[in-house]
């Protein structure tokens, strides 16, 4: 019995000083928001540095300091109600904009995973499916989203629509041809361990298959979130009439470099945000994977 508390006493130390040693969550996420703000902060500061130095003009590049300083004047653009009736509050109309620019990627995003990935499966279990539609998707993969936009007009008009489909398209090729790299990828290993305990086709796709490729795909579909992004912004400039990208399209119009830096700045932190969700919600769903590490952390 001695013995036995002898070897486990050490045990425990070793244990208590490993989790002494380990990083707080708390403090993880205190070091990374201290790096982020530093590095907005050089990034801001240099912005400033060269307009002070007369290299950067105030009509072209108007420093931080300025177009975000009257937030209430610049909210008014993106008020999109009729002229006449009552403007909404600046920050309710701000958020009522990045919000419909948001919606319509998710909507995008959540249609062009799904369809990817049927028919990813398709093509990898059935020939037929892969002879007949796979020529056709490795031919349409390389048009650019930007090249789908009159079509997204014909099909759908003015309105949602075309943003959607349009995020739609620029997913979908991707991350079927993803979808089907992954599949083609999964470790004979695993299907000969399958066979062997005798599970059927459909148990083998739902449990080996597919939990061995999401890992892959929904880390595809992170870094064509920021191309959604993109596309979005064009979409709503020229086929929608509201959102993010209306708004930098009628800074454009007006000449209003303060107007364009605020939407930009807008736009790349919902972009941040969205990826930080979009990255804690990869870390549920990937629970059996471990934490990963470096910038994709």
Known sequence: M???A????????????KTRRRPSRLRRAGVATAWWCASIALFGGLWELAWAMGWAPQLLLPPPHIFLQDFSRQARFFDTSTIGQNQAAPVVAVLTTILATVLRVLAGLALGFVASLVTGVLISQFRVVRGLVLPTLTLLAPISPIAWLPVSIFLFGIGNGPAVFMV???????MTLATISQIN????????VARTMGASRRQTLFQVVLPSILPGLLQTLRLNLFAAWMVVLLAEAVGVGSGLGQVVMLARNTFNASLVFFAMTLIGLTGYL????FRQLQKRLLWWQPAAKGAGK
């Open 185 to 192: 990828d999964v470790s004979a290993t695993y299907l000969n």
């Open 168 to 174: 739609f398209v620029g997913v979908y090729f991707v």
């Open 274 to 277: 969205l990826d930080l969700l």
């Open 2 to 4: 001695s013995g036995a």
């Open 6 to 17: 002898d070897v486990e006493v050490p045990l425990a130390r070793a244990q208590v000083a």
